[in-house]
T-cell receptor, first 116, second 114 residues
Framework: DADVTQTPRNRITKTGKRIMLECSQT?????MYWYRQDPGLGLRLIYY???????NKGEISDGYSVSRQAQAKFSLSLESAIPNQTALYFC???????????????FGPGTRLTVL | DQQVKQNSPSLSVQEGRISILNCDYT??????FLWYKKYPAEGPTFLIS?????DKNEDGRFTVFLNKSAKHLSLHIVPSQPGDSAVYFC?????????????FGTGTRLTIIP
């Protein structure tokens, strides 16, 4: 079973609709992240959460909101989707206590979102 | 302002030869660098990393070199294999009291030609 799962994997929606993307992890990590990938722009951070009660904006948070329902769950919402939010969205996790590779993040398989 | 840059969007290399992927950065506070590999329809996976106190880190066929004075790092893959065909992202982080985040480059698509 995958350690970081994202649902849905693909979604087509219309402008103005509310959309929620969900992320779950079984790695026991405390930190979770949402990124979007656009061609030619790489991965850009939308929101991140270092624990259940900690939510922070990333570099491109406008038009998005998040909820950390539990340590294992982090959801991303688009309150009113617009076409330029069409992108590939990735959830990631990391462990602040691992002592391993510093800030190594583990990614889910991605959600391809199309806003018409 | 792109703090981490990968100026080559794509690279093609013959199987068995060396692949060299490059990454430049502008933020002198970055002290840790990572390379991720991404296959289609999958999330990025961690490949190799290097701390700014080192200039080289090696893991099997993969070696990362860091030139701090030039703010440049490179990933060498020797020998290149068809399974290495993927998009490679460079990422960097700066010290932030345990709250480090990653800044990613735009990626380089590597194609290994059999």
């Amino acid at each position: 079973d995958a350690d970081v799962t994202q649902t849905p994997r693909n979604r087509i929606t219309k402008t103005g609709k509310r959309i929620m993307l969900e992320c779950s992890q079984t790695k026991g990590h405390d930190r979770m992240y949402w990124y979007r990938q656009d061609p030619g722009l790489g991965l850009r951070l939308i929101y991140y959460s270092f624990d259940v009660k900690d939510i922070n904006k990333g570099e491109i948070s406008d038009g998005y909101s998040v909820s950390r329902q539990a340590q294992a769950k982090f959801s991303l919402s688009l309150e009113s989707a617009i076409p330029n939010q069409t992108a590939l969205y990735f959830c990631a996790t990391s462990d602040s206590f691992s002592g391993g590779s510093k800030n190594e993040q583990f990614f889910g398989p991605g959600t391809r979102l199309t806003v018409l | 302002d792109q703090q981490v840059k990968q100026n080559s969007p794509s690279l093609s290399v013959q199987e068995g030869r060396i692949s060299i992927l490059n990454c430049d950065y502008t933020n002198s506070m970055f002290d840790y660098f990572l390379w991720y590999k991404k296959y289609p329809a999958e999330g990025p996976t961690f490949l190799i990393s290097i701390s700014s106190i080192k200039d080289k880190n090696e893991d099997g066929r993969f070696t990362v070199f860091l030139n701090k004075s030039a703010k440049h790092l490179s990933l060498h893959i020797v020998p290149s294999q068809p399974g290495d065909s993927a998009v490679y992202f460079c990422a960097a982080s700066a010290p932030n009291f345990g709250n480090e985040k990653l800044t990613f480059g735009t990626g380089t698509r590597l194609t290994i030609i059999p």
